[in-house]
């Protein structure tokens, strides 16, 4: 068994120099918990409640939360693929939500965008249909003008879709044990403890970044993890933070899975950065028993002319400790060869191309115009009452999307998509398998395949997903039919 000494002097011997974001994060608290796992795949139905609840994040006392079926954020839900499943989301808040299936390729009308709120009391019962392949999606609140706020209050969860192939694979599937899911977000929070959102103008500018370390809801814990390969499953559900990763001893991570499904073989990587939206899987080796930690560089976002995302005086940081108990089931001890997933490779030669823009306004500009009118995506920002385009179903696209001022992870409803090129250049290893979600710095070239319906009631988002630009005007909104 592993000892609070026993990782604190591993902490302090780790061969690159960290600053936490949080003291606290120095100082372990505890073993960190798992979401509930809901699963599905045997019912083919579940339900959520969207509710109030305290947190106790930080010594200083307990925050007013929300969350479903708990007191902040939700269970990891479970479907299979090849079932239809049916979801019941019922509000007891007391103000309009949504559940956005972010990652499901599902057609308009269970998507869970701006255009299907649930108010007060009232409960949503969507049926999924799911056909593709095994994933790690997520789930939160979309309701325009108010999705920043309410995913920083906890209306956010993870949703696996399976198939039941993972112990035939090679792959760790043993959930909280050596198969760890990872909801990666940051906070702020005042001297009371509550959680502080409160967003400034830069942080309007920027997207809201915190200086505390929050993992599956809790602050300053440590993953514990058997001596033998472990799976993670990272989701980045911070507002707009980036997050470069990276392992404290310089060892590699293996990735296999991206945002839409794993890739055909593990590729080794010394970093991957996520950025809001996305999701990875990756495989450790920890059998040489080591305690480690999972890092972060600063947030990388910055708008030209030098101002920066995060804070100025920011330095790498602990986003997880991991201690090696030996006596917990290891499972998996060798890397699978081939984890039968796919990487696309088609060109887009004869594809429509479609250009977008993603703009925003500096200086009074900004501060002059309305808080839903601050940015937008060809010049226009989001409407309700406005479809932007059309597109029949079965259709390939080729979006080339430039976003001069800063980076922005760009997602777009209902669809899986290929990166043709990033910055003009082929796209880096971790986005060359299936994604929904791309951090575009510069510019980016997707290959998109459009195989859901979306009616004009009910239509497909694309958007950046750093929320205070989602909430300020830059999205947009599509039919396919």
């Not at 703009?359 to 226009?380: E, K, P, V, Y």
Request: contains cysteine; proline residues 6%.
């Amino acid at each position: 068994m592993i000892s609070r000494r026993k990782f604190l002097s591993g902490l302090s011997a780790m061969p690159i120099a960290m600053q936490p974001m949080l003291a606290a994060a120095q100082t372990p608290l505890g073993p960190l918990a798992m979401p509930p796992l809901l699963d599905a795949t045997g019912t083919g139905r579940f339900h959520l409640a969207a509710q109030r609840g305290t947190t106790a994040f930080v010594d200083a006392g307990t925050s007013e939360t929300w969350g479903f079926n708990q007191a902040h954020l939700g269970p990891t839900l479970r479907i299979a693929t090849g079932q239809t499943t049916a979801a019941e989301v019922q509000n007891t808040l007391d103000e309009p939500i949504s559940v956005h299936w972010h990652g499901l390729m599902v057609p308009g009308d269970a998507d869970g965008g701006p255009h299907q709120t649930i108010s007060q009391g009232e409960t949503w019962t969507p049926e999924l249909a799911i056909t593709q392949p095994t994933c790690t999606a997520w789930y939160h609140s979309h309701v325009h003008g108010s999705t920043a706020r309410q995913v920083q209050k906890g209306l956010a969860g993870v949703l696996q879709i399976v198939d039941g192939q993972d112990e035939a694979r090679g792959l760790p599937n043993a959930y909280g044990v050596d198969d760890l899911t990872l909801v990666l977000q940051d906070r702020r929070f005042d001297r009371r403890g509550q959680i502080d959102y409160a967003p400034a103008m830069p942080d309007q500018m920027m997207g809201f970044t915190g200086d505390t370390m929050v993992v599956n809801g809790q602050v300053g814990r440590t993953a514990v993890v058997p001596q033998g390969l472990v799976r993670l499953r990272l989701v980045n559900g911070s507002n707009a933070r980036i997050y470069p990763l990276s392992l404290s001893d310089g060892r590699e991570v293996h990735l296999i899975a991206t945002d839409n499904g794993y890739l055909d073989h593990p590729i080794a990587l010394s970093e991957l950065t996520i950025a809001p939206g996305e999701r990875f899987e990756v495989l450790i080796d920890f059998s040489d028993g080591r305690d480690i930690a999972l890092v972060s560089a600063p947030n990388p976002n910055e708008m030209m002319g030098g101002m920066m995302g995060g804070a100025s005086n920011e330095s790498a940081f602990v986003v997880l400790p991991f201690a090696v108990d030996s006596s917990l089931p290891a499972t998996k001890d060798q890397l699978p060869d081939d984890i039968g997933g796919s990487r696309p490779q088609d060109d887009g030669t004869g594809a429509d191309v479609r250009n977008m823009t993603l703009d925003m306004q500096m200086g009074m500009g900004m501060m002059l115009r309305r808080a839903d009118n601050r940015f937008s995506i060809n010049s226009a920002a989001f409407a309700m009452d406005q479809i932007n385009f059309d597109i029949p179903r079965g259709t390939v696209e080729r979006w080339s999307i430039t976003a001069d001022m800063m980076m922005h992870p760009f997602h777009i409803h209902g669809v899986s998509f290929q990166v043709l090129l990033q910055g003009g250049r082929a796209p880096a290893p971790q986005n060359t398998g299936w994604k929904d979600t791309v951090l575009v710095h510069g510019s980016a070239e997707l290959l998109v395949r459009f195989g859901q319906g979306a009616s004009r009631e009910t239509p497909f988002m694309y958007h950046c997903h750093i929320l205070e630009h989602e909430d300020g005007g830059m999205m947009g909104q599509f039919t396919v039919g």
